[in-house]
């Protein structure tokens, strides 16, 4: 992907075979930024407030929000990385969300290249999907590590939830996102 410490850009096939184009992807300190905005609001804020036992996720709104406009590699980084920091903020999980963060990145990095990134309801599809998997990943990897079994119905449930909770905040966040660029551009024309 790089040459020369230079972005090439993302492979992608054609009907007229393969290509490139520019990477148009967030910048990697912004990821960052709002990453670690995220877990710590997470970690530190919305415990507080469940519904129905599930806690929103930011993070993983950030994780999907950057993979659907990466490459399957920055998409991947992100989500190891992010899996990385939410499994040192939390206690006993082992490497379980480190390992379904990635997987979730990389599905949702390939979900995205059948798909408009910036169309709500597709981007509130991606989510409620890379919730589900997630979930389901970060609990086989829990079972494997012996955390006792039982309670699938509970846990299924309550990321059932966390989906909706998720989704809903993206199109939200997508929609103030948007507002508020168009009232930049709008200052900006005068």
Same mark, same amino acid.
């Given at each position: 992907?790089?040459r020369n410490n230079e972005p090439?850009? *993302?492979? *992608?096939?054609?009907?007229?075979?393969? %290509?490139?184009?520019?990477?148009?992807?967030?910048?990697? =300190?912004?990821? %960052? +930024?709002?990453?670690?905005? /995220?877990?710590? !609001?997470?970690?530190?804020?919305?415990?507080?407030?469940?519904?129905?036992?599930?806690?929103?996720?930011?993070?993983? *709104?950030?994780?999907? =929000?950057?993979? +659907?406009?990466?490459?399957?590699?920055?998409?991947?980084?992100?989500?190891?990385?992010?899996?990385? !920091?939410?499994?040192?903020?939390?206690?006993?999980?082992? $490497?379980? =969300?480190?390992?379904?963060?990635?997987?979730? #990145?990389?599905? /949702?990095?390939?979900?995205?290249?059948?798909?408009?990134?910036?169309s709500p309801p597709a981007a $509130? $599809?991606?989510?409620?999907?890379?919730?589900?998997?997630?979930?389901?990943?970060?609990?086989?990897?829990? #079972?494997l590590q012996g955390y006792p079994? %039982?309670?699938?119905?509970?846990?299924?449930?309550?990321?059932? =939830?966390?989906?909706?909770?998720?989704?809903?905040?993206?199109?939200? /966040?997508?929609? *103030?996102?948007?507002?508020?660029?168009?009232?930049?551009?709008?200052?900006?024309?005068?």
């Open positions: 992907m790089f090439t850009g *993302v492979r *992608v096939n054609t009907r007229s075979g393969p %290509g490139t184009i520019p990477f148009t992807g967030p910048e990697w =300190w912004v990821a %960052g +930024v709002f990453l670690l905005a /995220a877990l710590l !609001l997470q970690s530190e804020v919305l415990h507080y407030f469940t519904f129905r036992g599930a806690q929103l996720s930011i993070a993983l *709104v950030v994780i999907v =929000w950057y993979a +659907v406009r990466a490459d399957f590699l920055r998409a991947g980084a992100c989500g190891f990385i992010a899996g990385i !920091l939410e499994d040192a903020l939390s206690a006993q999980t082992g $490497a379980a =969300w480190t390992i379904s963060s990635t997987f979730t #990145a990389l599905f /949702a990095s390939m979900l995205s290249r059948w798909l408009f990134a910036d $509130a $599809a991606v989510v409620f999907a890379a919730t589900l998997l997630r979930r389901m990943i970060f609990w086989i990897v829990m #079972a079994p %039982g309670y699938a119905r509970l846990h299924f449930h309550q990321a059932l =939830w966390e989906a909706l909770l998720n989704a809903v905040f993206m199109v939200v /966040a997508m929609i *103030v996102a948007r507002q508020l660029e168009d009232r930049r551009e709008e200052r900006r024309s005068r």
